[in-house]
């Protein structure tokens, strides 16, 4: 009893810090298994309840059950002739527990026959929990391996998990593989760690089977290798951990033959879907290491790493703290392997990583940025801690706000640019969701076939009114007019709550038509500078427009409005 009470003792932090995060959290957590995350998956139910890993042998109808299945994942990719799954095995591999677990449970009963069902869901989920868990708990023996204890380990605990992307990938993309590829690096800094320490054989092979879970869940992350100066501490540290091991030869063959067998078991399953053992999963995607956006992925306001996550700015003053302290070696191990990994990740063709919050691919390396910010921590004065505090603990709101705001499409995957991020910089209302998700038409592909320009009045808080109506039969072509482009002048108050809609009525007054969005969805520039605003009106095709009324509606919830420059603008595509 009294070791259970130890242990519990030894892991009440983490515990703490994940219900913690699981509170404050909890409306960010939905469908789990989406996006790549359902690639990194598919592996699991593809191989224990589809059964169709393997297509060599595969009747015609066998075939058409497959294609139907995965003819709309966009990882399984064409390699000669074969669908191949673009991920490797290793987050699956991670996942499986969770996974069978749900099987056991809930039973394949015909009910949850495709491994998509919500059990499986919530499962991954607790999957994520569990690994960001580890993750903690090793990190926190990382830190004692460098002196460190108390406040700065469960302060940089705290800030890993609600000051960084980590929030999204651990709960709304926690089957995506970057929390199980953060386990991974911070399982091997920690084994690694402990052989330059003490030279054990046993810590020697559990970093070498890290560091082969790392590659099959990201190939990319075996670049983790080059943090090793910095893990040994010292040059002489390094080289007498290296001949140790080749002192060694049956640990090290034992190390080799343990990382080849991790690496075949991707192999074999490439041979099974396709025939071929090695082959690039990534068709057509790839680096362009002569062309790196190194600036671009840590300082641009689409995804970079420093504007999504300021936490991590700490390890700039931290290395050139360590530079002036004179402790040269631990200050350029860290900064040579920092500018290696932004020169690999900023050469993927994708440098920003598609649609994601903030730039994800640096989670996984999480443990090497907060390991340095907690030695800063531990190591600096008494005011200079207050101020990194202080900064750090600034950074918690912000990152949960922009969470959340991702979370409701107010902040965009991919497009985001310095105006639209400061344009809605910790706001959360209701009328700033999908503001960034509006449908852009190129004006000049397209021609006016008519258009309608509104007498300028004022209206009061609180009215109701239908600014336009017409009989559709009565506007020229309208089956094929493509959008109604509507623009107004404005300053475009943030305090103001005005909605317009567009809406087509049939004669019995039944809606068959109707977008409605608040006005601040028309500004292009910041809110409160007068401009002209506008919004397209993407319209259905209609079969019988006869009888049927289209309306320009506009609402002042509790502003007054002074209607000004109203236009409407029906558009259809050039005939080339």
């Known amino acids: ?19 913690i995060f699981v509170a404050l959290t909890q409306n960010f957590v939905g469908k789990t298994i989406t996006g790549d995350g359902v690639g990194y998956y598919d592996y699991l139910p593809s191989i224990f309840i589809h059964h169709d890993i393997s297509r060599k042998d595969f009747t015609e109808g066998q075939k058409d059950v497959f294609n139907t299945r995965v003819e709309n994942f966009g990882f399984y990719l064409d390699y000669e002739g074969q669908r191949v799954n673009r991920y490797s095995y290793g987050t699956a591999l991670l996942q499986s527990p969770f996974f069978f677990g749900t099987i056991l449970l809930a039973g394949l009963d015909g009910t949850m026959n495709d491994g998509h069902q919500e059990p499986f869901h919530v499962a991954i989920f607790i999957a994520a929990l569990f690994y960001v868990f580890l993750t903690l708990f090793l990190l926190k023996f990382i830190l004692k391996e460098y002196g460190i204890k108390g406040f700065p380990v469960v302060f940089v605990q705290v800030l890993m998990v609600f000051a960084t992307s980590l929030t999204q990938y651990a709960t709304s993309n926690a089957a995506f593989s970057h929390v199980y590829s953060l386990f991974a690096i911070t399982a091997f800094i920690f084994f690694a760690k402990r052989f330059f320490v003490n030279r054990s054989s046993g810590n020697f092979l559990l970093a070498v089977l890290s560091l082969g879970v790392i590659t099959v869940i990201r190939p990319v992350n075996l670049m983790v290798f080059l943090f090793i100066p910095f893990i040994a501490g010292s040059w002489e540290s ?140 531990a190591q600096v004065n ?17 990152n949960l706000i922009q969470t959340y705001q991702y979370k409701v ?30 449908k852009k038409f190129d004006y000049k592909a397209f021609d006016v076939v008519y258009e309608k320009l509104l007498e300028d009045k004022p209206l009061k808080a609180g009215s109701f009114e239908v ?43 039944e809606n068959k038509f109707y977008h409605r969005v608040w006005h601040l969805h028309y500004a292009h520039e910041e809110f409160g500078k007068p401009q002209l605003g506008t919004y397209d009106y993407v319209l259905p095709k209609i079969d019988n427009i006869e009888g049927q009324i289209i309306n320009l509606i506009i609402q002042t919830i509790d502003t007054e409005f002074d209607l000004k420059d109203f236009k409407l603008e029906f558009l259809t595509k050039k005939q080339y």
């Open 409 to 438: 499409y107010i902040l965009h995957q991919t497009s985001m640019n310095k105006d639209a991020y400061w344009k809605i910089f910790l706001r959360t209302d209701e009328r700033l969701r999908g503001i960034f998700y509006k």
């Open 382 to 398: 008494r005011w200079a801690k207050m101020a990194i505090i202080a900064f750090s603990i600034l950074t918690i709101p912000l």
């Open 467 to 509: 600014l336009w109506a017409e009989d559709c039969s009565k506007l020229p072509d309208l089956n094929e007019v493509d959008f109604i482009k509507v623009s107004f002048n404005n300053p475009f108050l943030y305090k103001d709550k005005i909605r317009i809609a567009l809406t087509i009525d049939d004669k019995n007054k």
């Open 1 to 19: 009893m009294s070791k259970v009470i130890t242990f519990l003792k030894t892991v009440l932090p983490e515990i703490i810090i994940v219900f």
């Open 238 to 377: 390094l080289k007498e951990g290296v001949l140790s091991i080749i002192k060694k030869p049956l640990v090290l063959v034992s190390g080799i033959a343990l990382f080849a067998i991790i690496i075949f078991i991707q192999l074999f399953l490439w041979y099974l879907q396709t025939g071929y053992f090695f082959l690039y999963s990534y068709q057509g995607e790839g680096f362009n290491f002569l062309d790196p956006e190194f600036f671009k992925i840590l300082f641009s306001y689409k995804k970079g790493l420093f504007v999504y996550t300021p936490i991590v700015l700490l390890c700039l003053p931290a290395v050139g703290y360590f530079f002036y302290k004179k402790k040269y070696y631990m200050a350029t191990t860290w900064l040579a392997f920092f500018v290696v990994l932004t020169y690999v990740l900023s050469s993927w063709w994708c440098w920003y990583y598609a649609g994601s919050y903030g730039l994800r691919a640096y989670i996984d390396y999480y443990p090497v940025f907060f390991i340095l910010i907690a030695m800063f921590i």
